[in-house]
């Protein structure tokens, strides 16, 4: 199994440029997060999916949307991308809510210049 | 909304001996679900401990513990017998009945010293 994993590690991209960060799961996980970390802060909710066709806002959505159109792949996309959108980005995935684990990707590199 | 606060941004340890990390959260919840997660330098997000807030008996994973005080809104880690490889950022967090989000801490760097 290669759990959570995300394409591209790295990305630079400019000021208004838009890009997808993609999330792949097989895990056949009903729930997937996206993540951001900001240097010496933890991680923030961006958007979330409770499962295939659905999605919801977290603690910091402008800027993004996200699509779930398959159970194992949760998209990412900047429209307009911003320097104050540089950070590192984590897609996880759970089983289900509550106590169930959420098991992280290795994260994604974004500088917006 | 919830908060979670970890009030030591850096601490050390010498290998074999035993640190504790604190925590502390607010809400008003009486259920909800607490997690360690450790972040090495790698990068890699690694759950260490979870603990159900309705349980009374605190979690044990190994040489992980967790000391939880459900009425002062604090749960501490403790890590016994320290391990050059414990040297890593540690990560509280809270997840609400929902069970949908989980709200971080600011998070402790652990350097564990031979």
């Known amino acids: 199994n290669a759990g959570v994993t995300q394409t591209p590690k790295f990305r630079v991209l400019k000021t208004g440029q838009s890009m997808t960060l993609l999330c792949a799961q097989d895990?056949?996980?009903?729930?997937m997060y996206w993540y951001r970390q900001d240097p010496g802060m933890g991680l923030r909710l961006i958007h979330y999916s409770v499962g295939e066709g659905t999605t919801a806002k977290g603690e910091v959505p402008d800027g993004y949307n996200v699509s779930r159109l398959k159970k194992q792949n949760f998209l990412l996309g900047l429209e307009s991308a911003a320097p104050s959108q540089t950070s590192v980005y984590f897609c996880?995935?759970?089983?289900?809510?509550?106590?169930?684990?959420?098991?992280f990707g290795p994260g994604t590199r974004l500088t917006v210049t | 909304a919830q908060t979670v606060t970890q009030s030591q941004p850096e601490m050390s340890v010498q290998e074999a001996e035993t640190v504790t990390l604190s925590c502390t959260y607010d809400?008003?919840?009486?259920?909800?679900?607490l997690f360690w997660y450790k972040q090495p330098p790698s990068r890699q997000m690694i759950l260490v401990i979870r603990q159900e807030a309705y349980k009374q008996q605190n979690a044990t994973e190994n040489r992980f513990s967790v000391n939880f005080q459900k009425a002062a809104k604090s749960f501490s880690l403790k890590i016994s017998d320290s391990q050059l490889g414990d040297t890593a950022m540690y990560f509280c967090a809270f997840k609400d009945n929902a069970g949908n989000m989980l709200t971080f801490g600011g998070g402790t760097r652990l350097m564990v010293k031979p």
């Open positions: 895990m056949n996980h009903e729930y």
């Open positions: 996880a995935s759970s089983y289900s809510k509550g106590t169930y684990e959420q098991y």
């Open positions: 809400t008003s919840e009486n259920n909800y679900y």
